[in-house]
């Protein structure tokens, strides 16, 4: 079983990705009732939480049911790094991960993010400056290089792993793939099978469904799963990834219903968490996503998506599960 730190994971642990503007309270919640066994914040800006932006002090946010959460910082700066993840033990998470993989370019203008791939020697720096100045486990999730001619991603796994860093985390993508093209898990395989590496490895990109899951656990012999866009409206891949493991079966499809419930719920938390307006328009761009493939759903999504009051949009639920229950 793979262990980071003190939290010990189940056997072959599936991740909720840190997305950006995705992974909040509301959306984390629906995932870990689905099965996610690990989650992380969304990333944050370390001069954000130095400077004590609101918006990043916000994605600080974690609560006990969460638990194991990571929470992951971004910068290009070794004394921001240091301080952000001293502030980021104050909420205690169960570890700090650092996103040395995120391609925007705002992100990595600043040289952080994917920015660090072109300076191995500047992203040990910044991680060494976040395990001086935390207790929490760190862990780093990274991409296999600048480009397709500096996949560095064998160097970088172990010199993170010779200056104490407890689990990666591989996008099977190079930053000039932004999230475009073909992921290559084979190096994420060599990476695993580099007889120096002893710290958990997790790959992600591209995984969308229970076979796929099965296939690429068999095939790259990684020690667990991260899964981002193909959770965004459907958190229920985390339990099918698992009863596909377990039985070789399909868990039968969502109903419209269960769809329903799920969208209720992501709009109640989201309210509860960013107050009724925010909660509301904040949330517009995930009702696709939840009724994605339901035919002759436009109209119904219009609402959805103007309506700007909670009971209304409530009896506008109720009014998909009628319609579409009766069929």
């Not at 190079?174 to 120096?196: C, E, F, L």
């Amino acid at each position: 079983m793979p262990k980071i730190g003190n939290i010990i994971l189940p056997e072959f642990p599936l991740l909720l990705a840190p997305m950006e503007d995705v992974s909040d309270p509301p959306f984390r919640r629906l995932c870990k009732l689905h099965g996610a066994d690990m989650m992380y914040s969304e990333f944050i800006s370390s001069e954000g939480l130095i400077r004590d932006a609101i918006k990043s002090r916000m994605k600080l946010d974690i609560f006990d049911y969460e638990k194991p959460i990571g929470i992951q910082i971004f910068g290009g700066d070794e004394e921001a790094m240091a301080m952000s993840a001293k502030i980021v033990e104050t909420v205690q998470p169960d570890l700090v991960d650092i996103n040395f993989g995120c391609p925007v370019k705002k992100v990595v203008c600043k040289g952080a993010g994917a920015g660090v791939l072109k300076d191995v020697d500047l992203m040990v720096r910044l991680t060494k400056a976040v395990i001086k100045s935390t207790h929490l486990p760190v862990t780093v999730k990274t991409r296999l290089g600048w480009d397709e001619n500096s996949i560095n991603i064998d160097e970088v796994a172990e010199r993170l792993q010779d200056i104490g860093v407890q689990a990666l985390t591989i996008h099977a993508r190079t930053r000039a793939q932004m999230y475009k093209g073909h992921s290559d898990w084979s190096h994420i395989a060599r990476v695993k099978n580099n007889p120096r590496i002893s710290m958990p490895i997790f790959g992600n990109g591209d995984i969308d469904s229970p076979e796929k899951a099965l296939e690429y656990k068999n095939k790259y012999g990684i020690d667990g799963i991260m899964i981002g866009r193909a959770a965004i409206g459907y958190p229920w891949i985390f339990n099918e990834i698992k009863h596909y493991f377990a039985t070789g079966e399909y868990l039968p499809q969502p109903s419209i219903k269960d769809r329903v419930i799920a969208a209720k719920n992501h709009l109640i938390w989201s309210m509860e968490w960013k107050g009724e307006r925010l909660g509301i328009v904040e949330m517009r761009r995930h009702y696709t996503n939840y009724f994605k493939g339901i035919p002759n759903f436009k109209e119904h999504r219009l609402k959805l998506v103007t309506l700007d009051e909670a009971n209304a949009l409530f009896d506008a639920f109720d009014e998909i599960v009628s319609v579409y229950e009766n069929k």
